[in-house]
């Protein structure tokens, strides 16, 4: 749940994703579209804050980790290889401030979360000595006895079975290892700092240590990857047996050093997959997976046990839940309202030492906005059930978006089973292309900044 900017620089997201990869985004992470969020909106925050009554949807917390060993070539979030023992205690302890001056305000005071999810960068860069310092101080400031998962995701190269064992104890439910690919060559032209063996050292020890959902993640159309490498990355995982594995379809956004590259080089498209080799890829990966026992729940993920394993803050995340965010550049969402912090660590650090509030910008959305929010979200899962959107919203969604169903039915990408709308595969191969359509008008022209 962070991501850099592009800075001044206005430039309109890839929807088409018929041919070559081109640079921007496409992958539909929020709505209204991050554009529309602005400095005007950053003092709603603070007046619900400080609203009387405590706030009643399911609470989690997003912990931002901002560094890593090295940046890959394809990463767009907030991260930082540079920052020596000092900078990341400072850092931490600013986080530890932030935290305080939510648990301390009427709309959060005495609500515990119910999901909490550590993102990066890379989470598990910090040692365990201040992995146990930090989660020890966030549960005294807010108490973690009602959660119902703590995610973690590392790299598999910052891992030891000694670090595995305090991450256990201090309450992951789900680590998710960010894999990626299984050839050593793939790994390092791409940028990444793990090489295959650490993999496996790393998901055995994990296994070794009983974790309840181990997620295991893969990226088709990296640089240099061939339909060769992809199945055997795909066999190793199926051999790997993970209780969820998470595939993405490489994008390459503005401030990843891929488009500086074809930036320099006056190159419109990126050298990675196309768009239909990455969809071949990714729906083999899932075929392959089902064929091994697998259930796909999602565009992205599929599951061993649909019933054992659960994606609490995607769900949460995705039906409405609050989120306070921590840390440089992290997403929040509060009753209604969406919000960043600030983008540079040192800006961000100084904010909260002043004892300020350290939001960006923000947007304070409609219910409107919030409904075709959930929808858009929801039909990432490929299956909307329509008495949800009745029940909350007060919305049939069949028939305010008629047209648009009517169409995608006819072109074989839905159909309506009972009270559920449900894509077929191919559809949700490519759904964030289709999503753009349930836009509210005045975003669907959308430019990212």
Not at 139 to 151: G, H, L, Q, R, S
Not at 319 to 339: K, R
Request: glycine share 6%; with cysteine; charged share 30%.
């Amino acid at each position: 749940m962070s991501e850099d900017t592009c800075g001044d620089t206005f430039v309109k997201p890839d929807v088409e994703t018929k041919d070559d990869t081109k640079a921007g985004n496409y992958f539909v992470s929020n709505y209204p579209p991050f554009s529309f969020w602005g400095e005007e909106d950053a003092p709603c925050v603070e007046s619900l804050l400080n609203s009387p009554e405590p706030g009643d949807a399911p609470l989690g917390l997003y912990y931002h980790v901002p560094f890593c060993r090295k940046r890959c070539h394809f990463c767009y979030f907030r991260v930082y290889t540079d920052k020596n023992s000092s900078d990341i205690r400072r850092y931490l302890s600013a986080t530890m401030q932030e935290l305080r001056q939510y648990a301390e305000r009427p709309y959060v005071a005495g609500r515990k979360p119910k999901y909490v999810y550590f993102g990066g960068g890379t989470p598990s860069y910090l040692s365990a000595q201040q992995l146990t310092e930090l989660t020890d101080e966030m549960k005294a400031i807010m108490p973690w006895d009602e959660t119902e998962e703590v995610t973690f995701e590392c790299e598999p190269g910052t891992l030891t079975e000694k670090k595995l064992e305090v991450i256990k104890n201090f309450g992951v439910t789900r680590l998710s290892l960010g894999i990626e690919n299984f050839s050593d060559h793939v790994l390092d032209i791409n940028g990444r700092a793990h090489r295959s063996p650490e993999v496996f050292r790393a998901y055995d020890y994990a296994r070794g240590l009983g974790f309840d959902n181990v997620n295991v993640d893969l990226i088709a159309g990296m640089l240099d990857e061939t339909d060769e490498n992809w199945v055997d990355s795909v066999g190793k995982v199926i051999d790997l047996s993970p209780d969820c594995v998470t595939i993405y379809q490489m994008e390459i956004p503005f401030n990843t050093t891929i488009y500086k590259s074809m930036k320099e080089e006056g190159k419109l498209s990126a050298p990675v997959a196309d768009w239909p080799t990455k969809r071949r890829w990714a729906d083999y990966a899932f075929s392959e997976l089902e064929n091994a026992g697998y259930t796909v729940t999602s565009a992205y993920t599929a599951v061993k046990d649909p019933e054992a394993t659960k994606f609490v803050y995607r769900d949460r995340l995705w039906t409405g839940a609050d989120m306070v965010s921590l840390g440089v550049a992290s997403f929040g969402h509060l009753g209604g309202i969406h919000y960043q912090n600030l983008v540079h660590i040192d800006d961000y650090i100084k904010k909260i030492e002043e004892g300020g509030a350290p939001v960006r910008r923000a947007l304070l959305t409609t219910e409107e906005e919030r409904f075709i929010r959930e929808l858009i979200l929801q039909f990432k899962l490929g299956r909307v059930n329509l008495g949800y959107f009745r029940d909350k919203f007060g919305e049939k969604v069949e028939e305010r978006f008629s047209e648009i169903l009517a169409d995608l039915e006819q072109l074989g990408d839905l159909s309506r089973e009972g009270d559920e709308l449900v894509l077929t595969r191919e559809a949700l191969l490519r759904v964030d292309s289709i999503l753009h359509r349930f836009f509210l008008p005045k975003h669907r022209d959308a430019r990212y900044v």
